[in-house]
């Protein structure tokens, strides 16, 4: 018997993606909560979701339209609006904790960088696409 593989719709990989790397964010959390406290953990939370946030509203522009009236053009624009707003969120964000607020920046980054992996890993292995 052949098996046929289910691939997942865009809405669903990026629901999909987006409750991992939401996942991830707090498995890192609580794990700095365990080993070394409250601070540690609260700069692990807000540096994942300073990849979160901007995640969520890149989904949102990209996946916000429906496909029927969509040409190959106003795709590639809504990708390119879509990154231009994630990029824009990112650096608003890490300047606002970076000015603002006490953070400890080696759970801040390490777990901003574990979001990003978590992204290329789940981009090339969530739907068998590649």
Request: with cysteine; charged share 10%; glycine share 6%.
């Amino acid at each position: 018997m052949k098996r046929t593989r289910r691939h997942l719709s865009d809405k669903q990989m990026a629901l999909g993606t987006l409750f991992c790397q939401l996942l991830l964010v707090v498995a890192v959390t609580a794990l700095y909560e365990v080993l070394q406290g409250s601070a540690a953990a609260s700069s692990a939370l807000i540096g994942g979701g300073i990849y979160w946030v901007p995640q969520c509203l890149f989904s949102v522009r990209v996946l916000a339209f429906s496909a029927k009236h969509t040409t190959p053009s106003s795709i590639v624009a809504d990708f390119y609006s879509g990154a231009g707003i994630k990029l824009s969120a990112t650096i608003l964000l890490f300047v606002i904790v970076l000015k603002y607020m006490e953070v400890q920046h080696a759970p801040l980054f390490t777990a901003y960088a574990l979001a990003l992996l978590m992204q290329w890993i789940i981009s090339f292995t969530l739907n068998n696409r590649y």
